[in-house]
């Protein structure tokens, strides 16, 4: 599933908190750097679960976030509930 939402953090903010949650917050189902690049980071998990998420940005010092995964859909919703959102999630 997809996740995607407007947050009032530069992108590279937003990865850092990505990094930091997923490696420590979540820790029946932590997942660490794969890949990262100055848009994304990509997260692997004890399973092999993949996290992609990445944060574009916008006007304003906001940012663009977009994150995918297929069995980290809560502990991702969860993610973003921590970030100050400038707009509801979409889901798709």
Same mark, same amino acid.
Do not use: C, N
């Given at each position: ?40 980071? +990509? /997260? ?9 998420? *990445?944060?574009? $940005? %916008? #006007?304003? =010092? ?6 995918? +995964? /297929? ?9 973003? *509930?921590?970030? $100050? %959102? #400038?707009? =509801?999630?979409?889901?798709?």
């Amino acid at each position: 599933m997809t996740h995607t939402t407007i947050v009032a953090l530069p992108p590279q903010e937003v990865l850092a908190r990505a990094k930091a949650f997923f490696a420590e917050r979540v820790p029946h189902a932590s997942a660490f750097v794969e890949k990262e690049g100055p848009t994304f980071v +990509t /997260l692997r998990g004890q399973g092999g679960e993949e996290i992609v998420i *990445s944060a574009v $940005p %916008l #006007d304003g =010092g906001k940012s663009r976030v977009r994150g995918s +995964t /297929l069995f980290f859909d809560q502990a991702l919703d969860r993610f973003l *509930s921590t970030l $100050p %959102l #400038d707009a =509801g999630v979409e889901e798709a």
